[in-house]
């Protein structure tokens, strides 16, 4: 489902020094895999989801979805192609705060598919699911954490995109809530989609079919040992 | 969406742009108001030539100077291109107030009901209860609108007037220029209010030393002229065929009038550009801040598929909606305090504010396009952006 080759990143640190986020990445999940990116802060785990998302291009490198060349495209394209292909699951959840949580979930809807009232009918099934029913009419900031993240989960597969990216998702969340997200986004991988996880708790990778390491904006193979090395 | 809910997100925004169109709606309508002071008395002396006696008197206003005999307005009607001949008497209600306020000075003004009021912007004065003057009334008055609201007076009340009680039959409507602190009566009632207030004039009738009788008593004269007559030929005309007269040239007085009230229209103009400005930035700098204020949510919906044509629109249309709600609210807030503000002016006879459609409409379109153009422009800073950076920009 999703190849990318060779990604680089770099960015200009305020004292001009020059940090490569990505460098020379390469990565491929196929539909119903979940990959699992395991790394310390700043070693270009969120810019390579970014970048995976089309949320930001890259210096250098190719992304390719469902075999159509998808980087390297002009705003409304990326646009669609988000809208199309990919679903995001974000660690501070990025409701926005002025609307409903069902309208939340139904923003997805909104600018990609159009389905309207089956829309709707399925927003709400998976608020149900997810346990949020009650709260569809509650703006986010009267929600709870778990709750937030639940809607936003909803929203993220609202539209059953093949490709799910996954920010820290439970970053903010107890370990209760947090269990609950993690297990959603393992049933979307066996449900076909292409997941990929970015996470610094260990308990991400149970079930993951493929574990990755970011280490100063390269990408490599197996979860981190205590020696820094792969296991 | 519905569209309450989107405007209940911008509370704070619509208060902000309320205030800001209330400012420049407020000191708007009181710029209307000195300009429409401005412009009627334009109209009335562009409407008429103006003639009084040479010298001086207790005459003021368009008549100020010197007695007009009825010897001269009959030589003035028969001037090539006359139309008619209106004698008046035009006194300081209190001769003891200050001559300088002339603009919110209460006058007497006597007509002679037998003729035609020849002023072709003002044929009559516009009545807004009661009746008009007509020939053959004698101590009845039709009073000004600010006249009759700074004293109090209704129609069928009495009028006491150098000792003299007068009905008001009659109150004009509200103008917004000089006639609204006029008390109009008959020349004949006039001219015994001149007789009482002015003692030298007493004296000189009592004494005989010179020939007068009522019908000279007049201190000017509103002439008409011919349809096809330049107005300022027939006043030179009048000038050079009549002696003894003051002619006003109607273009000169237009001229003079707005000279002297020069300050005022500079006034008026400072105070639209400063209202604009205040309220203009005030307005596009709110809209912008409530556009940026949000890159975080555009960062998101860009990141679940909106097209830079989605997210502008659905921003600009947003922007419209607040920026038309905020526009209504601050019309009613500046509408709701002039009103306050008139009503308690209105006890001295008073209004600061004219709420003109041109001013309210003028100001609606102002700052919706104003707040679309804010828009725009924040929302063109905005979609350049990657979601990425505006999530980040936003968190």
Known sequence: MLEARGLAKSYRAPGGVLIRALDGVDLSVAGGRLAVVLGASGSGKSTLLNVLGLLEDADGGEVSMGGERVSGLGRSAASRARGRYVGFVFQSFLLIPSITALDNVLLADRYAHRRGPAARRRALELLAQFGVAARSAHYPPQLSGGEQQRVAFCRAVLNDPPLLLADEPTGNLDDANGQVILDALRARARAGAAVIVVSHRADAVVGADAVYRMEHGRLLAGPPTLEGGSS | ?395
């Not at chain 2, 010197?66 to 003035?76: C, D, E, Y």
């Not at chain 2, 020069?262 to 307005?283: C, E, H, N, Q």
């Open chain 2, 1 to 395: 969406m519905s569209l309450i809910k989107v405007l209940r997100g911008y509370a704070f925004t619509i208060a902000g742009i309320a205030i800001g169109v209330a400012g420049i709606v407020a000191l708007g309508a009181m710029a209307e108001r000195i300009v429409r002071f401005i412009e009627g008395g334009d109209r009335f002396v562009l409407g008429q030539i103006s003639v009084a006696g040479r010298g001086m008197g207790m005459g003021t206003g368009f008549t100020a100077g010197g007695m007009l005999p009825a010897a001269s307005i009959r030589a003035i009607a028969q001037v090539p291109g006359v139309s008619g001949v209106q004698a008046q008497v035009m006194l300081p209600l209190d001769p003891s107030t200050s001559q300088f306020m002339t603009l919110t000075q209460e006058l007497v003004l006597g007509v002679d009901l037998t003729v035609p009021t020849p002023n072709r912007h003002y044929p009559a004065l516009p009545v807004g209860q009661g009746r008009n003057l007509v020939a053959g009334d004698r101590r009845v008055a039709v009073v000004g609108a600010s006249f009759a609201a700074s004293h109090g007076l209704r129609v069928g009340d009495r009028l006491p007037l150098e000792g003299e009680p007068f009905e008001v039959v009659g109150i004009l409507q509200r103008t917004l220029t000089a006639p609204d602190r006029f008390v109009v009566m008959s020349i004949e009632d006039a001219r015994q209010q001149w007789i009482a207030k002015d003692r030298l004039l007493r004296t000189v009738i009592a004494s005989g030393v010179a020939a007068v009788n009522a019908a000279d008593l007049n201190t000017g004269a509103a002439v008409g002229w011919r349809d096809g007559e330049d107005p300022d030929a027939v006043a030179h005309r009048i000038a050079d065929r009549v002696s003894g007269v003051n002619v006003q040239i109607p273009s000169e007085l237009s001229r003079l009038l707005r000279s002297s009230t020069a300050f005022f229209s500079a006034l008026l103009v400072g105070i639209g550009a400063l209202a604009f400005v205040i309220g203009g930035l005030s307005l596009a700098n709110t809209v912008a801040a409530a556009v940026f204020e949000r890159i975080r949510d555009f960062g998101v919906k860009r990141a679940l598929g909106a097209s830079d044509l989605q997210l502008g629109g659905e921003v600009l249309g947003e922007a419209l909606a607040v920026t038309l709600t905020g526009g209504v609210a601050g019309v009613a807030l500046a509408i709701a305090l002039g009103t306050a503000v008139d009503g308690w002016a209105a006890r001295t006879g008073q209004q600061l504010f004219l709420f003109s459609a041109r001013l309210l409409g003028g100001a609606l379109v102002f700052s919706v396009l104003l707040g679309a153009a804010a828009a725009a422009y924040a929302t063109l800073r905005v979609v350049r952006l990657s979601p990425a950076e505006a999530i980040r920009r936003g968190a």
